[in-house]
T-cell receptor, first 111, second 115 residues
Framework: AQSVAQPEDQVNVAEGNPLTVKCTYSVSGNPYLFWYVQYPNRGLQFLLKYITGDNLVKGSYGFEAEFNKSQTSFHLKKPSALVSDSALYFC?????????FGKGNQVVVIP | ETGVTQSPTHLIKTRGQQVTLRCSSQSGHNTVSWYQQALGQGPQFIFQ???????GRGNFPPRFSGLQFPNYSSELNVNALELDDSALYLCASSLGVGDVTDTQYFGPGTRLTVL
């Protein structure tokens, strides 16, 4: 079965420092991977997806993600974190017609 | 904003009651998926509707049912509410089935509390 794992519960980072949120995946076949962000009491906002091609995917709000097939990882990155990036981040993998989500990572950006 | 709307925003029910949640999909999208997000968890897939037909279901009991209308809006119905049904219910719309690369766009959710 298709699944993702987000090994960290919370990521703390100082404003202006690089931000990395980790995700590993387990799939049979080609991986179709997604990142979403959720602000308090809000739905999920799409950030980016990997389908095929370039291993570095660029998305919304300055985020990018690096696909690594040998390490089965799809880590989300931002070169310089903002306080407004504080939110809950979800990695997901396409499983047939549905998305299978990880448990989420709380990101706290410290001013 | 995605253009996906959900109503109501919040809802409080008691055990045993029934509830209906509504979703309007983004313009041009004919597929709607419903997810349940319990507190502190990632969203869990309930089911998907494509052109008014159910197109896949997650591990949820039959008291969770749905509808899709000709305008592609959708309803989620839950009968015989249980305390564990308290969650954020998310609706997502997408362009169509058959394309595994398709992106699902989520609405703001309905917060259901069962007392």
């Amino acid at each position: 079965a298709q699944s993702v794992a987000q090994p960290e519960d919370q990521v703390n980072v100082a404003e202006g420092n690089p931000l990395t949120v980790k995700c590993t995946y387990s799939v049979s076949g080609n991986p179709y991977l997604f990142w979403y962000v959720q602000y308090p009491n809000r739905g999920l906002q799409f950030l980016l997806k990997y389908i095929t091609g370039d291993n570095l995917v660029k998305g919304s709000y300055g985020f990018e993600a690096e696909f690594n097939k040998s390490q089965t990882s799809f880590h989300l990155k931002k070169p310089s974190a903002l306080v407004s990036d504080s939110a809950l981040y979800f990695c997901a993998v396409r499983a047939s017609n549905r998305l299978a989500f990880g448990k989420g990572n709380q990101v706290v950006v410290i001013p | 904003e995605t253009g996906v709307t959900q109503s109501p925003t919040h809802l409080i029910k008691t055990r045993g009651q029934q509830v209906t949640l509504r979703c309007s999909s983004q313009s041009g999208h004919n597929t709607v998926s419903w997810y349940q997000q319990a507190l502190g968890q990632g969203p869990q897939f309930i089911f998907q509707y494509y052109r008014e037909e159910e197109n896949g279901r997650g591990n949820f009991p039959p008291r969770f049912s749905g509808l899709q209308f000709p305008n592609y809006s959708s309803e989620l119905n839950v009968n015989a509410l249980e305390l564990d049904d308290s969650a954020l219910y998310l609706c997502a719309s997408s362009l169509g089935v058959g394309d595994v690369t398709d992106t699902q766009y989520f609405g703001p959710g309905t917060r259901l509390t069962v007392l």
